[in-house]
């Protein structure tokens, strides 16, 4: 473990609290990789390939600081992580936790517990327009035009929000399945058009 | 998740008993319905008879003053609360039109989530949305159950934090000409 990973986020999130980084397990850490060196090298952080444990990560910055003119010439927000996983080993076959620094061990649960899966994750960014972009450069991302779009009200803040994702949505005819499926990602994106936000 | 009600009970309960856990954004009771004047005389009673109605609801703690009506009261309670402080001379509208009355009173608690969801929601569904303050968005045949939580990882009062969204999709169950249901499109009911 890096404690500088740690200096940092605090250091650009003004000391606050929060999440550092949104990972995806993905089968083709390499072409995200190209398209990052491409089109936005200087978002890139580091790549590595674990060739013991099987496995590749490559960690981005989310998302560019204020100001420059163009993609290549800001510099990254070192702020959000954004960590894309691939491992060659099935995940009933792993013996180790594909996050860093972290040991796998049996997950139990008391017999009350209610499983809950993740949906979608929400960004509020300076520049919603800036991240789409960067999103579908590299990943292929685009507005799902059909889901909430626009200017919404939230409480006393005024956001504008565009929901961005992959073009694979599965239909599943179970609905476990569907509430454990993560092969459609969600990204609702927002800025902030008032003072609250 | 799969119940947002009951997924947000066991959260309420166990903070009640453990003292930790996460808390929820509060939502006035107005976004699920209060009772008032008017729907007390659309069961066919006098405004002098609503008002006494309301009256008695306001003095013996069946609603607050902005109407919202005791969750926790069974409309047994309701009808012996209203049946002993409402004055004599609107007593007999009372009696002769007292199942209309109850059913108001009672539905009051959720009729704005009714006249959305109609029957398709039980009332015992209806009543832990209420209690959880569990938000409904609707778009077109799916709903989304969501709730946010308070502010976690926050170190200062008043400063900006994270915080999570629970929600549950109730996807339109529509099915194809034979009658078979159609798979479940993700993301359906939308993101809030």
């Known amino acids: 473990l890096n404690p500088g990973n740690i200096r940092r986020f605090l250091q650009v999130h003004s000391n606050r609290q929060g999440f550092s980084v949104l990972g995806f397990a993905t089968n083709s850490v390499d072409v995200i990789y190209q398209k990052y060196k491409q089109l936005h090298p200087k978002l890139i952080h580091d790549f590595s390939d674990h060739q013991n444990k099987m496995n590749k990560v490559l960690e981005v910055y989310a998302y560019y600081a204020e100001g420059g003119n163009d993609g290549h010439e800001k510099e990254a927000d070192t702020g959000t992580i954004l960590r894309f996983i691939e491992c060659q080993e099935p995940e009933s076959a792993r013996s180790f936790c594909l996050l860093p620094g972290l040991t796998k061990i049996d997950a139990t649960f008391d017999g009350t517990s209610q499983p809950a899966y993740c949906d979608h994750w929400v960004s509020n960014v300076i520049s919603r327009t800036g991240f789409l972009s960067t999103l579908e450069d590299t990943l292929g991302f685009t507005p799902k035009v059909d889901f909430n779009a626009g200017v919404v009200a939230a409480g006393e803040a005024q956001i504008e929000s565009t929901v961005t994702g992959n073009d694979t949505a599965p239909t599943l005819a179970d609905k476990t399945d569907v509430l454990r499926d993560q092969s459609q990602v969600y990204l609702p994106i927002n800025n902030a058009l008032s003072d609250v936000g | ?192």
Do not use: W
């Not at chain 2, 009506?69 to 007999?92: F, K, Q, R, W, Y």
């Not at chain 2, 609707?138 to 969204?165: C, H, K, M, W």
């Open chain 2, 1 to 192: 998740v799969e119940n947002l009600v009951d997924f947000v009970q066991r959260g309420n309960d166990y903070r009640e008993i453990a003292g930790e856990g996460f808390t929820f954004l509060n939502i006035p009771r107005s976004y699920y319905g209060v009772l008032s004047e008017k729907d007390l005389m659309e069961t066919g009673i006098s405004m002098e008879c609503a008002d006494s109605i309301m009256l008695a609801c306001f003095e013996n703690g069946v609603a607050a003053l902005d109407g919202a009506v005791d969750l926790s009261l069974s409309p047994e309670d309701i009808a012996t609360i209203l049946e002993a402080s409402i004055p004599a001379d609107h007593l007999g509208a009372f009696q002769a039109n007292q199942g209309g009355i109850l059913d108001t009173v009672l539905k009051s608690r959720y009729k704005n989530l009714h006249s959305l969801l109609k029957e398709h929601v039980s009332v015992q569904t209806y009543m832990g949305i209420v209690k959880n303050q569990i938000l409904v968005d609707v778009q077109g045949e799916d709903l989304l159950y969501q709730i946010f939580t308070s502010n976690i990882l926050q170190r200062n009062v008043g400063e900006e934090a994270p915080f999570f969204e629970f929600i549950q999709r109730v996807c339109s169950e529509c099915s194809d000409e034979n009658g078979c249901p159609l798979k479940v499109r993700p993301g359906c009911g939308g993101f809030g």
